[in-house]
């Protein structure tokens, strides 16, 4: 077995599936962040966005 694939058996042993994404590049910070944290810490999740000209929060629910 390759070291790749050695890595995403641990990952996926772990409990994480490997996901693709298509982001904006001036996003991509940001978004890799907010993901990280959410996979560090179990007790958060996403709920609301930030709109960066009104400065208001956006529920996701209210825009699915």
């Known amino acids: 077995m390759s ?3 050695e890595y995403e058996q641990r990952m996926k ?3 994480l599936k490997k996901i ?3 982001v904006p590049e001036d996003r991509e ?3 890799k962040e907010a993901i ?3 996979v560090t810490n179990k007790n958060l999740t ?3 966005l930030r709109d960066i000209k009104t ?3 956006v529920s996701i629910l209210r825009h699915q």
């Open 13 to 15: 042993n772990k409990g």
């Open 3 to 5: 070291r790749n694939k």
């Open 55 to 57: 400065g208001r929060f």
């Open 29 to 31: 910070l940001p978004i």
């Open 36 to 38: 990280a944290l959410v």
């Open 20 to 22: 693709t994404i298509w």
């Open 46 to 48: 996403f709920n609301t």
